[in-house]
């Protein structure tokens, strides 16, 4: 199964995508996840990559695209996976549609209004990856998980937010009606509970 999760930042893709993922064996693949590696590596791409992402900006579509059509190439995507923040433009959408056919777009609704809140409160595990809300936790600064640090992303800043969103809907909005077109795209109303959530995605793909 190969799906693509579409929302605005903060609307619990990266969330979602972990439960899929788990629950149908499939990777998780993060283009954000997959540059905070590059940043934290120290590597060329990442240091190309950190001016853009701290400004609330997208990286250039050749370096996102170069980096996924590597990532499924490997092994593990051959059965399927999960895109999560890719593709985020029309020129992204075209060159994974060159390379592979989408079965199916979950677009992940959630009013601005509850997205600054939930991307302020953020935190995330620098050792395992896990995502959670301030609100959630007991500890603020160990993962409940695995005792990891907790951190706050840098671009997740109220001022850089209002950038990522105004980004969102000029270059990644679009993408919904590029995919209701093709027939694949489904609506999911993400601001509900995390576990409703989820159930009513796996509903979304049993009847697709
Ligand atoms: P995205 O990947 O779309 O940017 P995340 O999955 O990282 O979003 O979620 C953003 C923030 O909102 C995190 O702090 C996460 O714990 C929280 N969150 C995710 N889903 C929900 C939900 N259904 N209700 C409340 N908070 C949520
Ligand atoms: P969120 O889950 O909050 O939407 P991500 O972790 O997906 O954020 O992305 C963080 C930042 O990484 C983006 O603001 C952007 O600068 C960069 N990025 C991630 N994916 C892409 C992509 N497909 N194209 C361009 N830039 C990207
Ligand atoms: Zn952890």
């Given amino acids: 199964m190969k799906l693509m999760f ?3 930042p903060g609307a619990g893709k990266g969330t979602q ?7 149908y064996g499939i990777p998780h693949i993060s283009t954000g996840d997959m540059l905070r590696e590059e940043i934290k590596n120290g590597t060329e791409l990442g240091k190309q990559a950190k001016t853009y992402i701290d400004a609330g900006e997208l990286v250039p579509d050749e370096v996102i695209i170069g980096m996924v059509k590597e990532r499924i190439a490997r092994p593990d995507a051959a059965n399927g996976f999960i895109l999560d923040g890719f593709p985020r433009t029309k020129q992204q959408a075209e060159a994974l549609g060159a390379i592979a056919a ?3 777009v979950i677009n992940i609704n959630v009013p601005d209004s509850k997205l600054i809140h939930r991307i302020c409160g ?3 595990c620098s050792s395992c990856g896990a995502t959670y809300h301030e609100s959630m936790l007991e500890d603020q600064k ?3 998980k695995c005792g990891g640090a907790l951190y706050i992303r840098d671009d997740d800043r109220e001022d850089t937010v209002k950038q990522r969103l105004a980004v969102y809907k000029e270059k990644t909005q679009p993408l919904i009606e590029y995919y209701t077109n093709i027939g694949i795209l489904h609506d999911v109303v993400g601001s509900g509970g995390i576990d409703d959530i989820t159930e009513t995605i796996v509903e979304v793909l049993e009847k697709k």
């Fill in 102 to 104: 989408l079965d199916a």
């Fill in 6 to 8: 579409v929302g605005p």
């Fill in 122 to 124: 953020r935190r995330v």
């Fill in 17 to 23: 995508a972990v439960r899929i993922a788990a629950r």
């Fill in 142 to 144: 160990h993962c409940p």
